[in-house]
């Protein structure tokens, strides 16, 4: 098990829904992270918030969103998504970083999502 | 951009039998950590190198970081079918962003 839990685990959405996936936390963690992974593939990373801000957006599609509302909470907002889309989302957490320590990820289960 | 490979990309062995995994990175890492998530799983963090030529045990896992700072490896002796899953190194490109390797997936066979 996970100390981080993600909702849902699956969801299916045609290419005009609006969907949300949630991700929430309670280890004090001040990084949160949303991953995309692909079958077979290496986790790619889409955003991190540090501290409830926006540090790293990946160049990623407007279609996607990301929320942090608290320092436990990470939403990622969807829509207009395409097939290609559809992929495995993985949200992390993480201790905030040192200058030469990188603090381990805690990755919850995913939400695999469908777009149909 | 900074890439990370990892080599072999498939490894069937028989039960009781060892495993290796190589990373190799294109830059000098200040550190590096291993990941492994089972069929259908998530990541997790299996241990975290940081110093030039660490080796670091974990019952019957052996992690070594090399002595550049630029690979590492993970060895498994005498394999069960726990051990099952795709491996994953992971490392950094600054502050938060972590670059995954691309993974080996052990197929332990019975």
């Known amino acids: 098990d996970t100390e981080v839990t993600q909702t849902p685990k699956h969801l299916v959405m045609g290419m005009t829904n609006k969907k949300s996936l949630k991700c929430e936390q309670h280890?004090?963690?001040?990084?949160m992270y949303w991953y995309k992974q692909k079958a077979k593939k290496p986790p790619e990373l889409m955003f991190v918030?540090?501290?409830?801000?926006?540090?790293i957006n990946e160049s990623v599609p407007s279609r996607f969103s990301p929320e942090c509302p608290n320092s436990s909470l990470l939403n990622l907002h969807l829509h207009a998504l395409q097939p290609e889309d559809s992929a495995l989302y993985l949200c992390?957490?993480?201790?905030?970083?040192?200058?030469?320590?990188?603090?381990?990820?805690?990755f919850g289960n995913g939400t695999r999502l469908t777009v149909t | 951009g900074q890439q990370v490979m990892q080599i072999p990309q498939y490894q069937h062995v028989q039960e009781g039998e060892d495993f290796t995994t190589y990373c190799n990175s294109s830059?000098?890492?200040?550190?590096i950590q291993w990941y492994k998530q089972r069929p259908g799983g998530h990541p997790v963090f299996l241990i975290q190198?940081?110093?030039?030529?660490e080796v670091k045990k974990q019952k019957r896992l052996t992690f070594q970081f090399g002595e550049a700072k630029k690979n590492s490896s993970l060895h498994i002796t005498a394999t069960q079918t726990t051990d099952v899953g795709t491996y994953f190194c992971?490392?950094?490109?600054?502050?938060?962003?972590?670059?995954f390797g691309t993974g080996t997936r052990l197929k332990v066979l019975a």
């Open positions: 190198l940081v110093k030039s030529g």
């Open positions: 830059t000098t890492l200040s550190n």
């Open positions: 992971a490392g950094p490109s600054g502050t938060y962003k972590y670059i």
């Open positions: 992390a957490s993480s201790l905030s970083q040192g200058s030469s320590y990188n603090s381990p990820l805690h």
């Open positions: 918030y540090s501290y409830e801000k926006l540090s």
């Open positions: 280890m004090g963690h001040r990084a």
